[in-house]
């Protein structure tokens, strides 16, 4: 791994560590801002929604198979 930093491979490249780096102020803000707070949690009630869903449509086809032999087997 020594060969990656030589100091041909870096000929005219400035170092992050000199003085004469320019820096550029980030706007002061929260890491999460309220806009993505809310769309995370709108995700995750939909997502929750369609497994819901989902299960609540499988358990309706087992009922009907289940009532479906008892009436084959009624008559």
Known sequence: ???????KRNAGLESSQS???HTVPIANRA???R???ALHWTTVVLVLAL???AL????SHAWHR????RLEAKS
């Not at 609540?56 to 358990?59: F, I, K, N, P």
């Open 51 to 53: 497994l819901t869903t």
């Open 19 to 21: 003085s004469n780096v």
């Open 35 to 37: 806009v993505t707070i």
């Open 66 to 69: 289940r009532d479906a032999k």
């Open 31 to 33: 890491s999460f801002d």
């Open 1 to 7: 791994m020594a060969g990656l930093n030589t100091q």
């Open 56 to 59: 609540l449509h499988a358990q």
